[in-house]
């Protein structure tokens, strides 16, 4: 078939298998480029198939001659309809990874539920033993609780009161102003449920329990801080009562892990056009400034840059993890610059639909958006016919 971008309000509803298996190829020959790393051997990534999970498990495998095993749950393609990026995403690194004589495996499934712990657990036991590095990198906006039986569902609220600013549509360029109405009830509960630390300790205390952690074990799992324009519905809203959450979990699981001799830790990573940060008002007007000056001043990262900083820089420099004053690893310095910031919120008065396109990046923005998706990669024929019907090599 072939396969157009079809979007449905903040997302696209296609993916092209082609284009994503170019993703995944720009991302190993970048981490190639950049060396060796002297960092884990058997690695567990939970969330495996897109954004900073992808990359994490791309710069494990071709950065350190890792053994992977990827946990995700993805939409394998049907006749006639494509299945999801992070499927193809998968497909196209195990594709790579075999012919690489790396070990890979994924497990598609529920990452939250019981059972797909138990999978996982029992492939790491007979086929890799231990781990020495876990990533947390799930992304969902519900969770069906494995022991209440519970669905809880996310918000992206203010806490307090409406919280009204300038947004743009990345699709037409159009900015308004948009007012979102704060949390009520249960809303912050709930998305701590989805969104904060108590999945990722049930993961670790599983592993633990079986003795499938390796001495010296490092897990981090990935968060976001932003800044003061975006904080009223980003950090100090209902997501940031779950980053709150997830960021001291990990100093519970590092006091768990001392037996093993191991830590974790929650790396602060830079915004990114992700498909969940598309559907976050403010973030897609705060980005496409931020992009045009971290480009100007050739800071700029996207996902795998940033993770293969995270591992060369700080996981595995042989000397202590340097942290800030909460115990984070911070890779969103670069973003969080003085003098970056200082534009970013000098444009930010002057972003109309008008000057969005001479001030910001929202074409490098709709781009990111697109590759997400397999679509806009140079030497990609999308007018070829293209086999929908691509599988995962290793799937569990």
Known sequence: MIIEPRMRGFICVTSHPDGCAQSVKNQIEYIKSKGTIDGA???????????????????????????????????????????????????????????????????????????????????????????????????????????????????LKPIGATYTNKTVDFHTGVVTDISIAPCQDDDIANTVAVMGGEDWAMWMDALKAENLLAPGVKTVAYSYIGPSLTE??????????????????????????????????????????????SAIPVIPLYISLLYKIMKEEGIHEGCIEQIQRLYQDRLYTGNPIPTDEKGRIRVDDWEMRDDVQEKVATLWKQATTESLPEIGDLEGYRKDFLNLFGFDFAGVDYKADTDEMVGIPSIV
Do not use: C, M
């Open 41 to 155: 051997k058997k690695v567990l990534v939970i969330g495996a198939s897109t954004g900073f999970g992808l990359s994490s498990r791309i710069t494990a495998a071709f950065g350190s001659d890792a053994a992977t095993i990827g946990v995700f749950f993805e939409k394998p393609p049907l006749e006639g309809k494509p299945g999801s990026p992070g499927w193809y995403n998968s497909a196209a690194f195990e594709t790579e990874a075999n012919k690489a004589g790396l070990y890979a495996k994924s497990v598609n499934g529920d990452a939250f539920s019981n059972e797909i712990k138990r999978q996982t657990l029992d492939l790491i036991k007979a086929d890799l033993g231990q781990v020495d590095l876990v990533i947390y990198s799930l992304a969902s906006p519900v969770r069906l609780h494995p022991v209440t039986g519970v669905l809880h569902r996310s918000v």
């Open 232 to 277: 009223a519905v980003y950090r100090k809203g209902t997501i940031g009562r779950a980053k709150d959450h997830l960021e001291a979990t990990a100093f519970s699981i590092s006091d768990s892990l001392k037996s093993v001799d191991g830590e974790a830790f929650v790396s602060v990573n830079k915004a990114l056009v992700t498909q969940a940060s």
